[in-house]
């Protein structure tokens, strides 16, 4: 934050005494473990009192870190000179995230040191649908193989997989299941056909 904040004020410093207040946007891990909260105070309200300005931060992905699972079901395995597991999880249509930023979700379970690699396709037409593949880092290793009917779990997959999901080419939205602290499930909300057709 500190160095973004340098680049910022030497960038746009003469446009500072026009404004009443400043949004620094989202993307605050402040949540995260070893994050330097204190810091962050402290850079930003020396900017607010340096110029004089609101400063406002949008804390809303920080409230959703690590949380939700996105689950998914090994529906084939192909090998495409790297084992391929097609899921019923579309990379593109349910964590739009995966596909724009360099970000490749954790899956539980999984292990860097792993004799057994695979790779997830989506389920839509499109050839980028891989989950990690823009990060640049697509595979994933377990202790053991893979098979047709695997449950796989996504992690940390709540703050951008539910509000950015598309139904692009008829794939179907993931249900809303909460789970209790009990261990019990409730189904929250379930998506079918017609929420396709809503959204043409």
């Not at 400043?22 to 605050?28: D, E, I, L, S």
Request: with cysteine; aromatic share 12%.
């Amino acid at each position: 934050m500190e160095i973004v904040l340098k680049a910022f004020e030497d960038k746009f410093n003469p446009a500072f005494k026009n404004l009443k207040w400043v949004n620094f946007g989202g993307g605050h891990h402040i949540t995260k473990s070893g994050y330097n909260k204190n810091k962050l105070i402290k850079l930003l309200g020396d900017f607010s009192q340096k110029y004089a300005l609101e400063v406002f931060i949008e804390p809303g992905e920080a409230v959703g870190w690590e949380c939700g699972y996105l689950v998914a079901t090994i529906l084939d395995i192909v090998d495409n000179e790297q084992q391929t597991c097609i899921i019923d999880v579309s990379p593109e249509c349910h964590m739009p995230d995966t596909v724009l930023m360099p970000y490749r979700p954790a899956i539980k379970n999984e292990n860097k040191n792993g004799k057994f690699a695979y790779r997830f396709g989506g389920n839509s037409c499109l050839a980028g649908d891989i989950v990690g593949l823009a990060a640049g880092d697509p595979i994933y290793k377990f202790d053991h193989e893979l098979k047709i009917g695997d449950k796989i779990i996504f992690q940390d997959q709540i703050h951008y997989t539910i509000v950015k999901n598309t139904t692009f080419n008829g794939i179907k939205l993931p249900n809303l299941i909460m789970q209790k602290q009990n261990g019990e499930f409730e189904i929250i909300r379930e998506f079918g056909y017609e929420n396709f057709a809503l959204r043409n």
